[in-house]
């Protein structure tokens, strides 16, 4: 596990990095002030977006929307959801409570499976264009059947309510969502044009069923799908294919996630802290880490005593990071809920180590 979640520690961090500058010149105050601008957005409990505060959650969330809303196919797309969200609670509650609380187990298994899928990951770009092709469509296609395709049908049943459509709640095919999605331009634009002009759903055939051949002489991948159409791929359109899979994830995980949050009060999801994974808190973790000015360089178990080596970034010593273990308290509760002892070990940004501190903010 200990490798697993060290491979976790760059990625969490590069991905606050745009809010990581703003925080470095913002006062702590100017800093909560612009998260609560941007919840507000999104979120229209304000409880909700005060605990999120408060608690110094969903950096990766916050950081994601600052990072992509400059794309209109995300913004738009966002915004889309959440007044289709706003409008399904406004007119048909009860059938939008039933969709969430009906469809959010298998969106909670969808996330576990995205990280795994992140700690499966092994592709190497110099290998032979033969196994950079089989690496990459594995990938792909486990990342579609077991993530996105979840989100997508419950983004297709919120639609259809949001249209007054009958019928919402009907089983459909993974392909009979994406069309009834691609019925309105937005939802073209973010499954079909920015995939290459492939409808998602028909990624996950060519995917599943090795519908591509590679050829060596132009090292590109000939990839078939549908009625006798074909795209070709180079290594480096496979790659950023799989980028804009990713960032397609970021916009289903944000919208569900703040839809959930508005009608919390009033959701059974029947989730609770123990069945939140390891990678998931571990993530958080890093990414409000680093946005404290405390980015996280490794992480060691060492019988259940999760020692976590942090960089004093602005050398505010034992007082900053006794303020930033307040901000992250109750990830750190939930660590210990799963039998770890969060152990931090503060280091200057030479290497040096100036303390040691355990949950609860007692110093060695």
Request: charged share 25%.
């Amino acid at each position: 596990m200990q490798e697993d979640l060290n491979k976790l520690v760059p990625s969490a961090s590069l991905e606050v990095d745009e809010l990581n500058r703003l925080a470095a010149d913002l006062s702590p105050e100017a800093f909560i002030s612009l998260k609560r601008s941007i919840l507000q957005r999104y979120i229209s409990d304000f409880d909700v977006i005060e605990n999120i505060l408060k608690v110094n959650s969903h950096t990766w969330e916050v950081a994601s929307i600052i990072k992509l809303e400059k794309e209109d196919w995300f913004k738009e797309g966002l915004a889309f959801l959440i007044e289709a969200f706003r409008l399904s609670k406004r007119e048909r509650k009860a059938d939008l409570i039933d969709l969430l609380e009906s469809g959010y187990p298998s969106i909670h298994e969808a996330l576990n499976s995205y990280h795994d899928a992140f700690f499966l990951l092994n592709i190497n770009e110099k290998s032979k264009l033969r196994h950079f092709a089989r690496s990459c469509f594995r990938q792909m296609g486990d990342s579609i059947e077991a993530t996105h395709k979840p989100y997508i049908e419950l983004i297709s049943n919120l639609v259809a309510i949001y249209r007054n459509l009958d019928g919402s709640h009907k089983k459909t095919s993974f392909g009979g969502n994406v069309s009834r999605l691609t019925e309105v331009d937005l939802f073209r634009k973010i499954y079909v044009d920015r995939l290459n002009g492939v409808p998602i759903n028909q990624w996950r055939n060519i995917c599943q069923h090795s519908s591509y051949q590679t050829i060596p002489e132009s090292n590109q991948v000939k990839c078939d799908y549908g009625k006798d159409k074909e795209i070709i791929l180079d290594k480096n359109e496979i790659l950023f294919l799989m980028s804009r899979l990713d960032q397609l994830h970021t916009l289903h995980k944000i919208a569900i996630d703040f839809m959930v949050l508005d009608l919390s009060s009033e959701l059974d999801l029947g989730v609770n802290l123990g069945m939140i994974s390891m990678e998931t808190i571990i993530g958080d973790l890093c990414s409000t880490l680093s946005t404290l000015q405390y980015p996280i360089t490794e992480i060691k178990n060492e019988k259940k005593k999760l020692k976590i080596s942090v960089v004093d970034r602005q050398g505010a010593g034992k007082k900053g990071l006794q303020y930033a273990m307040t901000q992250v308290s109750m990830l750190l509760i939930m660590l210990h809920k799963k039998g770890f002892s969060p152990i931090f070990g503060l280091y200057s940004k030479s290497g040096t180590k100036i303390t040691e501190a355990r949950l609860g903010g007692e110093f060695a």
